[in-house]
Every structure is written in C-alpha cells, then in structure tokens.
C-alpha cells in the first residue's frame, strides 16, 4: 500500500504521540529509507531494540505507521502509513485541549528540526565539495501582509514538494541523488517589542 496523505490532526492523542524526539527521528529514518525494523532503528539511532520497538508501536496505534510485509517479531518491517502531517497550534480551529497538544508536537517536531540541522552543519566539512557548494540555508525578513504571507507559504510549499513523486518512486530518483532535508518557516516578529506597522 502506498503511503498515503494525511488528514489535519485534531485528536489530542494522536498529537501528543508526535510530542517525543525519538518518535521523529523514527518519521525521519522511516521517511527516507522506506521501511526499517526496529533493529534497523536501534542501529541507526543509537537506541535500544525495545526502546525503538516501542516507540514504533505507539507511531502504529496512532495511524502515523504501519507494518510492511514482510518480517516477524522484532524484525517485522514497518513504514510510514502518511507523507505528512499537519495540524493547527491555535485554539481558533481546535479545541484548547488539541491546541495545546499541537504545540508540544510542533516544539518536537522543530527541536528535530534543529537538531538535524545543525548535526548537517557539523558534517560539512567532511562532505563532498559538490554537495557542500549545493547545500545551505538563509534568512531574510519580509514586510508583508496576512495574504501575501499565505500566497509565499503556498508558493514555497509548492517548491518543497517539486520532487514529491521520488518519496516513493524510488526509479524516479536520478543517479548519484541523496535524501536532502528541505524545511521552511516563517516566525512572526514580536510587534510587543519591535513596533507593527
């Protein structure tokens, strides 16, 4: 079965099953490599078989994995069951109890970020000159209303998922690619201490 979209979360539950590093890096190795054991798991990780077999059966209950053919016992492999999630963080469109469940899955899900970024930026050194010249990040700030902030965060997304069918057509992936994180956020400036417009 191919992975399929995700609809928005709104279960507390099932969002503060996404409240817990591990449970990312787990999303994160299950994403690029298909399907992993939870053997596969405990090497890349750094973990316990137990502790990564846990943490997979709890990504399972909630509907963010699910078991691939194939293996039995601790060897069964298991792989995403969406390619995203997505969530509200305010109580505008979700109960306070949802929202405040969104937001401790939104701070795991950006200290993963971070961490993964600046793991990326430690490595540098060490990658090949092509793929350090490629990779990269940058800011800026913009000055801009509510709805062309949306039109950017649509256009962006459009961006991120240009290569959206090699996640799992692996024949589509051209010779000598690699799995390449693209993350992108906007953050609101604290009109408070710096003044709106």
């Known amino acids: 079965m ?3 979209k995700h609809s ?19 999303i994160d190795l299950l994403t690029v490599e298909g399907q992993a054991t939870a053997t596969r798991c405990a090497e890349v990780l750094d973990e316990s078989v137990a502790n990564c077999s846990y943490h997979l059966n709890t990504l399972a209950k909630y509907g963010y994995v699910e078991q691939a053919p194939g293996g039995q016992g601790r060897e069964k492999p298991w792989r995403m069951a969406s390619v995203e999630q997505s969530w509200a963080v305010d109580g505008g469109d979700v109960s ?3 929202a405040a469940a969104g937001q ?13 970024m600046k793991a990326s930026l430690r490595r540098g050194p060490s990658e090949p000159e092509e793929w350090r010249k490629a990779n990269g990040f940058s800011a800026t700030v913009a000055f801009v209303t509510p709805e062309e902030l949306a039109e950017l965060k649509e256009e ?11 996640m799992e057509n692996a024949e589509a992936r051209p010779e000598g690619h690699r799995a390449v994180r693209l993350f992108f956020a906007s953050t609101l400036a604290d009109t408070d201490k710096q003044g709106g417009g």
Do not use: C, N, V
């Open 96 to 98: 306070p109890e949802a």
């Open 104 to 116: 401790a899955a939104s701070e795991a899900f950006l200290d993963s970020e971070a961490t993964r």
């Open 2 to 4: 191919a992975a399929k």
């Open 8 to 26: 928005k979360i709104e279960d507390p539950k099932q969002l503060r099953a996404l409240a817990h590093p591990l449970r990312w890096k787990i």
């Open 156 to 166: 962006m997304y459009a961006l991120l998922q240009r290569y959206g069918d090699r």
